[in-house]
């Protein structure tokens, strides 16, 4: 082989090591290392292609090794592999706007007026359906009797594994998954940083609200604590933070082992398939150890820094993500920020139920209403004549607090746009579970790990930062049941930690030993109310206690604890202290506080 023909694989092999240069400008691990050198593989093949076709094209042109076209075919190959990479960028800034918007976002302010990635990808797939036409052409003029014999071989069989793979799941579908009645499936679907209004809101989240609205509606739910990995640990164990141990982000490795009482193990020896599926929000179903048997979740935290830094060099990464050969072969990339997609998670999960038999507990995390806010197309395009950096993610190089009125309202717009986009990827979900015939036998519950400010009430823009100017607590719980738990409103409150305890004894199981949060199957059965309790919700070393319409926050400090008294129900933003008008209410909560910190072993 001559080395001029080699020109679309060092072209392909040219750019790879430029983009591995530029995400090297922007840090270094050794994970992020081999990510980068992993990336090679593709740029391979695109050369490999594009050398293939060009050779093909030539060959129909004439076998003269004089002719003109035979002379301009490396340029021809690096031409084919240059044009198929700009397609792929070009339909990552459509279609996940979150993974260019540091670079390209006056680019992306123009594409998005009159292209979509449905008109790039049929101009993508048109252009290769031709490419490939004329290659095989050329190749079959210029080949032999039984080169041609091997060449339609060759093309039979793998069109014939192609149509194997896409079809081969559906004529399976159905048969996987247990009809019995005693034990129904369970999908358990959590969105990180939903807050229970824009859940709740059916011109912003149709899908959630039609769920809801067939389903049993807490409509005072709360998480004991606002962080991802502290609400993960309660919603799988039933247990507080104070109990489990996991009080914040990045845990030791000590109390990440959530021993053999969480809701995954005790389904799983009732027989149920435990599956978990997740975007870059769901590392803590892996970390935290609470029984999966099934993963389809990042691998940890660093696979976020190297996905990361691989797409600021590699910018056609996110367009290949949805297929599952990419995410199977590049694991890491499942937990890119900017590369999240709600509708690849959908997709993941369907794939997953449908890889067992017999009943399923299947937890499936979307993560894109999470800052940095990533809304993917077309809600992307929701903007309010917004063109600054961070028209299209809360992430223009580097996280980026509103600090003006415009600035906040396009934080707003785009939390909005992306709880539309996971709200789309749900309602395919739960449109798949109906196709497939398992939406009658299926227990659905829909939550948030936390809330989200947004701002509100001078209070920050995240959420687990402070004890009061605070909503972030505040969360949506439905459980739909079909034929078995009727639709109904349920106004007492609860807790995050109460959702294991309720799906066990809905499902007729043991309660967990250790769990505290309460059985809420009686009143979602319509038996009656449960007894208010008091919930005790903690920010790092302070603590809110809610009871009723009251919250009372206390602060430690070296000068002596502080408490302050809130109205939620007439305040709830918590931003006016009423200790000093209702000080005998204010007694009567702090010594209720001394005593369910001490139950749950941690007094002040």
Request: with cysteine.
């Amino acid at each position: 082989m001559r080395t001029r023909q080699l020109a679309p694989i060092l072209a392909a092999l040219a750019a790879w090591g430029a983009g591995t240069v530029a995400a090297l400008r922007h840090g270094t691990v050794p994970r992020l290392l081999s990510t980068l050198f992993e990336l090679a593989i593709p740029y391979l093949v695109l050369g490999l292609f594009a050398m293939w076709a060009a050779r093909g094209l030539a060959r129909g042109a004439g076998d003269r090794p004089g002719s003109r076209l035979v002379r301009w075919e490396p340029w021809i190959g690096a031409g084919i592999a240059a044009s198929g990479a700009v397609l792929a960028v070009v339909y990552t800034i459509l279609e996940r706007p979150a993974a260019m918007a540091a670079s390209f976002w006056r680019l992306q302010a123009g594409l998005d007026r009159g292209l979509s990635p449905a008109i790039v990808a049929g101009c993508a797939a048109l252009g290769a359906t031709l490419l490939i036409a004329g290659a095989l052409a050329g190749w079959w003029r210029s080949s032999s009797r039984g080169g041609r014999r091997v060449a339609l071989i060759t093309v039979s069989s793998v069109m014939l594994v192609i149509v194997i793979l896409i079809f081969a799941p559906r004529l399976r579908r159905g048969f996987r998954t247990s009809a019995d009645p005693a034990r129904p499936n369970v999908l358990l679907i959590v969105v990180d940083s939903l807050r229970p209004d824009r859940a709740a809101n059916p011109e912003l989240a149709p899908h959630m609200a039609a769920l809801a609205a067939r389903s049993v509606r807490f409509h005072d739910a709360r998480t004991p604590c606002a962080l991802t990995y502290p609400a993960v640990a309660s919603l799988l164990t039933g247990e507080h933070p104070l109990r489990h141990g996991v009080r914040g982000l990045h845990p030791e490795a000590a109390v990440r082992d959530l021993g053999k009482n969480t809701l995954p193990r005790a389904l799983a020896l009732a027989g149920y398939r435990t599956i978990a599926v997740g975007g870059y929000c769901a590392t803590p179903l892996r970390e935290l150890d609470a029984g999966f048997a099934t993963q389809c979740t990042p691998r940890g935290e660093t696979d976020s820094i190297a996905s990361s830094v691989a797409f600021r060099g590699h910018p056609w990464l996110p367009a290949v993500l949805p297929f599952p050969w990419a995410r199977a072969v590049f694991p890491q990339l499942r937990a890119a920020i900017e590369g999240s997609h709600p509708g690849d998670i959908t997709s993941e999960a369907v794939a997953a139920w449908r890889r067992g038999r017999g009943p399923f507990f299947m937890t499936v995390l979307y993560d894109n209403p999470h800052l940095p806010y990533v809304p993917v197309w077309p809600d992307s395009r929701r903007t309010t004549g917004y063109a600054g950096p961070n028209r299209y993610t809360i992430l223009a190089q580097d996280l980026v607090e509103p600090g003006d009125e415009v600035e906040r309202a396009n934080a707003r717009v785009l939390y909005d746009a992306a709880v539309r986009s996971t709200d789309r990827a749900i309602g395919r979900l739960l449109a798949k579970l109906d196709r497939d015939g398992l939406a009658e036998n299926t227990i659905v519950v829909l939550v948030a790990d936390h809330g989200e400010n947004l701002l509100d009430d001078g209070g920050a823009l995240g959420h687990g930062e402070a004890i009061d100017h605070d909503r972030s607590n505040a969360i949506p719980w439905t459980v739909a049941w079909p034929d078995r738990l009727a639709p109904r409103d349920v106004d007492v409150p609860v807790l995050l930690t109460d959702v294991t305890p309720t799906l066990l004894s809905l499902l007729a199981l043991p309660r967990l030993p250790d769990a505290d949060g309460t059985d809420r199957a009686p009143v979602a059965r319509g038996l009656g109310g449960d007894a208010e309790m008091p919930a005790l919700l903690e920010t790092g070393k302070n603590r809110r206690l809610e009871l009723g319409a009251y919250a009372l926050t206390y602060r430690p400090s070296t000068a002596g604890a502080t408490f302050a008294l809130y109205r939620r129900d007439l305040d709830p933003g918590l931003t006016r202290d009423l200790a000093a008008s209702e000080p005998e209410k204010c007694r009567e909560m702090v010594a209720l506080f001394q005593t369910e910190a001490e139950r749950l072993g941690d007094p002040p």
